[in-house]
């Protein structure tokens, strides 16, 4: 008898809640187009997630095609992954709500998550946002990936996800596959360009660079970063003391491929005044197709449409599936 083997499936959901950034594509997106050979990969734009905190209406909408687009620039190719809008799937509000009568209370109010987000957000603590770990298990559960790739920071609700899971089999059987988070070995690891002790982030604009950015300003924001501040003027790789200067170097060997010996003879005699553009230089030459095909895309609506059509078709189909056996066990009348 032929052995039919199926690919492992990994599903991960994206908050459409800014723009992509250098470190979002180096340590992350740059590495998620191959994983389709290997996976069959669900990706989602958690918009139902991001309303936990206040949204502009029309921003949230532009941002949610932008990132679909800039994701498709990025590599993860529609024809090989199931990419689609989390509201387009009405499942995952059905299932997330079936998973909050059986997520505990005290559960919720031990994720960091929501301690660091209320703290922060004193004047808007929802309900939303407290039970979002069990619309997360919602969108995870519904799919019975194997894999579920995401960053530290979500490692405590996909361990909740599990226990939830774990608790309704108990219960009803074998519904839910029990799913393994899955964190990726980060590519580079890169750090603010004008506070390199902090991780590069968006809302620290000056030292981010983003996707989309044009040339120019991407140029002036490595002609600005920090080196360090001892008067050595001289790339080599420390991070302890030159901390500045090791993430220029891991940004330039990210985007040359050389590695850090081959990057200190590049540009031994020469100061930071020549290594700063030159890695200026590789990373807006890294970028440009991405944004120039993401600009492309967007200004082809009916193509991102069909894209996201697509996806939310195929992705409802296997969320139903589970859905309604949920359903059924759990005693509701088949309509
Ligand atoms: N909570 C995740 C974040 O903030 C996004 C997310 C929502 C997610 N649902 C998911 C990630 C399901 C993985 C699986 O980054």
Redesign the pocket.
């Given at each position: 008898m032929e052995e039919i083997v199926q690919k492992k499936r990994m599903?991960?959901?994206?908050?459409p809640s800014g723009d992509l950034h250098l470190g979002n594509y180096l340590g992350a997106i740059k590495n998620w187009s191959g994983r389709a050979e290997q996976f069959d990969c669900f990706y989602?734009m958690?918009d139902m997630?991001t309303i936990t905190v206040r949204q502009t209406p029309a921003d949230l909408r532009r941002r949610t095609l932008e990132q679909l687009a800039q994701y498709i620039a990025c590599g993860l190719d529609p024809e090989k992954n199931t990419l689609f809008v989390?509201s387009h799937v009405h499942q995952h509000a059905e299932l997330g709500w079936v998973l909050n009568c059986y997520t505990m209370f005290g559960e919720l109010s031990r994720m960091t998550?929501f301690k660091d987000k209320s703290a922060k957000n004193a004047e808007n603590i929802n309900g939303g946002l407290f039970t979002?770990p069990a619309?997360?298990a919602a969108?995870?559960l519904l799919y019975q990936p194997d894999l579920?790739?995401?960053?530290h920071?979500?490692k405590q609700?996909?361990e909740l996800t599990r226990d939830v899971a774990q608790r309704f089999n108990s219960i009803y059987g074998d519904v839910f596959k029990i799913p393994e988070p899955y964190i990726p070995e980060t590519g580079a690891r890169v750090m603010s360009l004008n506070a390199p002790e902090s991780k590069m982030s968006k809302s620290m604009p000056e030292g981010c660079v983003f996707l989309m950015e044009r040339p120019e300003d991407i140029q002036r924001k490595f002609k600005r970063a920090i080196t360090d501040s001892d008067t050595e003027n001289c790339v080599r790789f420390d991070p302890e003391n030159k901390p500045g200067v090791a993430n220029l170097m891991s940004i330039y060997a990210a985007v040359t491929g050389k590695t850090y010996e081959e990057i200190e003879t590049e540009f031994a005699g020469q100061g930071y005044g020549a290594f700063k553009p030159k890695v200026g230089e590789a990373v807006i030459e890294t970028l440009r197709p991405i944004r120039e095909e993401a600009s492309r895309l967007l200004k082809d609506k009916a193509y991102l449409e069909g894209v996201y059509r697509g996806g939310a078709e195929r992705a409802a189909y296997e969320a139903e599936k589970t859905l309604r056996k949920v359903y059924k066990k759990i005693g509701f009348l088949a309509r």
């Open positions: 599903l991960s959901g994206i908050q989602f958690a997630h989390q998550q979002y619309l997360m969108d995870i579920v790739p995401v960053g920071d979500q609700h996909c």
